[in-house]
């Protein structure tokens, strides 16, 4: 296994971690300004006004067919030009996750809100709960429970979309890796294979505890 | 509370109803004729006792047989190990005196009696939840079987398809697909798909009990028709007046035991033997 | 804002090229995953041991990690090992070891969605286990899949832009290079929407398609 020792340079697994630092950064930022977005536009989707309809409707369809990279491409390279926004590269990653994540999550906002029985708000009605309290202790708890998991798993899908960012030229793991591989080319040359090795597990290890998370509520919430 | 459903209970044979089901089982010619369960023992890996222990019974060829038990008292896996979907730890399956199925001890895990596809389709079940073949339409259920397993002749088989179902009300629907049916049409439909196998015993399993209420009627009649047209079945149900009409035979089972049996349904149901059978009996009235 | 229409019709060949690039990765990764899913998930019903040991760790690798990391694994790492594949070999095998794991999962849904009752009917009826499976299980479960099947495509065509960072010119590739030379962002991102649109919006109304012709299972 020669080349492995690159690992064991000093300061090679320090930069990695900051650089896995930047994406986590990214990632939660995005994650927590979506949570609020999708809030906003679940209950916007629910509207009957045709206009706000319409306009959701185009926001969710066009963020679910554009690529990811596409829409980095779109935020970093033309946002700058369209409204003379100096959008730097983490600024453009973390808006395109926000709207990205927004949308997504506001899609799952409007299915669980919709996917309650109008007997609920019917029982609540009549066992005289105010307007407040059937939300708040009737019809968000179990919106909660259907909206939670899938929150989680786009969470997953957050973290791992952010590597995209490394191509607008964010400094994060995946560059740190790059510039460790650059730096040691003629000392170790296959370091390639273990930096890029190294970078994959990080991921993982990101990553695998939100999957079983959300498996695990899933699991534990879809038997009522 | 709805108005139970009434049945005829005159066990005069209609003439009529005799020609409109087909049975092609073999008429009895010797008194051995019929379906025979012998000290039948079923086992499950994890349970300390048999949930059915040392059960024997005999049905006639043409006589039906209804058996009756509160909810765990294994009615539904007596008929499931009688269809071959539960293997057998002891006793014997037999029709005609040939045994289809021996218990062996150490299959108390294993998913299925290894029975062959023939000796299956001489044994017909319709379940509980009135699940057709999704992918297929009426027509297209019917036919599978004879289609695939027996191997008959595709018009011969459409045409004796459409028969049945002209029998139970259905012959304008041999197109359309299971979800555009009510449960009472489907499960007519699955009667069919049983019959067109021409099995020596039919084995209903609640039938009925997963059916709106007045969806029961539609297809109880099509069963008490194919009773007088002489069709052996094992009935398992919780429809008192029905099964009053339709038992030539009646076991009623208690925690994997026959705990009283009667060749006399209307004796049975008027003055039962054990008390058993009363409190059970009794869980039925309301007055 | 000045949207110069030449340039578009200059180089709308080039996204004609990038746009066939990304239909080719595309269409033989998402078959090279589909015939991944299927392996995986019969291991999976079927409960073959060792072997179901492994399709799970595949699963659990390729789900939480980032296709772009699996790119540069297999593009710059792999020939340290010896193994020289070439940009599309890797881009191909890429998508297949992505989707495998998406296909899978969708698959054995639909597998495990079929009732019991289902199978027990087809068993009384005499059918073989193989006859069961084919008339019966097969065509139910592929009905409840499909959904699942459309939207891992259509997931899949997207992620299949990010070839281009190991430098395969897909249409991706093409608007980012022709961006970088003549600063034509306009032009150069109409026209990348565009590629999307007529590459997705066909797959996606076929997809809908596809769904209502064998929803029978789910109705």
């Given amino acids: 296994m020669q080349g492995a020792e690159i690992l064991l340079q000093p300061g090679v697994f320090p930069r990695l971690l900051q650089g896995l630092w930047v994406t986590v950064w990214i990632a939660g930022v995005s994650v927590g300004v979506s949570i609020p977005v999708g809030l906003v536009v679940g209950w916007l989707m629910t509207l009957k006004n045709p206009v706000v309809r319409a306009l959701m409707r185009i926001y969710l369809d066009f963020i679910r067919i554009m690529p990811q990279l596409a829409l980095l491409f779109l935020a970093y390279y033309g946002f700058a030009r369209w409204f003379d926004w100096n959008l730097d590269a983490t600024g453009a990653c973390v808006l395109v996750f926000i709207l990205w994540g927004g949308a997504e999550l506001g899609d799952l906002v409007r299915g669980a809100l919709q996917s309650i029985p109008k007997v609920q708000y019917e029982s609540s009605y009549v066992l005289g709960l105010s307007p407040w309290q059937t939300f708040s202790r009737v019809i968000l708890p179990q919106a909660v429970r259907r909206l939670l998991p899938a929150s989680v798993n786009l969470a997953t899908r957050i973290v791992k979309t952010t590597s995209l960012a490394v191509l607008l030229g964010v400094v994060e793991v995946i560059k740190v890796g790059q510039q460790i591989i650059d730096a040691n080319r003629f000392q170790y040359p296959s370091g390639t294979l273990w930096i890029y090795g190294v970078i994959f597990f990080m991921y993982f290890i990101v990553c695998w505890p939100l999957s079983i998370v959300a498996r695990q509520l899933e699991k534990r919430w879809s038997h009522d | ?287 | 804002m000045v949207f110069d229409w030449s340039f578009v019709a200059r180089y709308a060949p080039f996204f004609v090229n990038g746009t066939l690039m990304t239909l080719f990765i595309s269409v033989f990764g998402i078959l090279l995953a589909i015939v991944v899913g299927l392996a995986c998930a019969g291991i999976e019903i079927a409960r073959v041991p060792v072997l179901r040991q492994i399709v799970r760790i595949y699963i659990e690798l390729s789900r939480n990690t980032p296709l772009l990391v699996q790119l540069y694994f297999l593009y710059f790492g792999l020939p340290k090992l010896g193994v020289v594949w070439s940009a599309e070999t890797c881009a191909i095998v890429g998508l297949g070891f992505l989707g495998g794991s998406y296909m899978a999962e969708a698959m054995r849904g639909g597998l495990e969605a079929v009732p019991k009752v289902q199978r027990e009917n087809a068993y009384v009826l005499g059918l073989t286990p193989m006859q069961s499976i084919t008339h019966v299980v097969m065509p139910q479960a592929i009905s409840t899949a499909i959904p699942g099947i459309v939207a891992n495509v259509i997931f899949l065509f997207k992620e299949s832009s990010v070839v281009s960072a190991i430098a395969l010119a897909d249409v991706m590739y093409m608007a980012k290079d022709l961006i970088g030379m003549y600063y034509s962002t306009y032009e150069s991102l109409f026209m990348l929407v565009i590629a999307y649109l007529v590459i997705l919006l066909p797959i996606s109304v076929l997809g809908t398609w596809l769904e209502s012709r064998f929803d029978y299972a789910r109705r």
């Avoid at chain 2, 023992?41 to 300390?48: C, E, W």
């Avoid at chain 2, 038990?69 to 009688?82: A, D, V």
């Avoid at chain 2, 293997?87 to 998913?111: F, H, L, M, W, Y």
């Avoid at chain 2, 209420?213 to 029905?242: C, S, W, Y």
Wanted: hydrophobic fraction near 40%.
């Fill in chain 2, 1 to 287: 509370m709805t108005e139970p459903a009434q049945f005829n209970t005159d066990n005069a044979v209609n003439d009529e109803a005799v020609t409109a089901f087909e049975t092609s089982a073999p008429s009895p010619s010797s008194d051995c004729k019929g379906f025979e369960v012998r000290h039948l023992v079923k086992q499950y890996a994890n349970a300390d006792k048999p949930v059915l222990n040392d059960i024997s019974f005999k049905v006639e060829h043409g006589t039906v047989l209804v058996v009756l038990g509160p909810s765990g008292s294994g009615k539904s896996t007596l008929l499931r190990t009688i269809a071959g979907l539960e293997p057998i730890q002891g006793g014997t399956i037999s029709i005609n005196d040939q045994v289809i199925d021996e218990g062996r001890p150490g299959t108390e895990k294993a998913g299925r009696s290894n029975r062959s596809s023939a000796l299956r389709t001489r044994i017909g079940m319709v379940f509980q939840s009135y699940d057709l073949f999704p992918n297929k339409t009426v027509l297209g259920n019917i036919t599978m079987a004879p289609l695939l397993v027996q191997k008959r002749d595709k018009a011969q088989v459409e045409a004796e398809a459409l028969k049945l179902l002209d029998r139970v009300g259905l012959a304008d629907r041999k197109d359309a697909w299971p979800h555009e049916l009510s449960g009472g049409q489907r499960q007519r439909v699955a009667i069919c798909r049983a019959l067109i196998l021409h099995p020596e015993v039919l084995l209903l399993d609640e039938i009925t009990a997963a059916l709106d209420p007045e969806m029961v009627r539609e297809v109880l009649d099509v069963v008490l028709e194919l009773a007088k047209a002489g069709q052996t079945m094992l009935i398992v149900t919780h429809e008192m007046q029905f099964a009053r009409a339709i038992a030539d035979h009646v076991i009623l089972l208690d925690g994997g035991h026959i705990v009283e049996e009667s060749h006399d349904a209307y004796a049975f149901f008027a003055h039962p033997q054990t008390e058993r059978a009363r409190q059970f009996l009794h869980t039925f009235e309301f007055e």
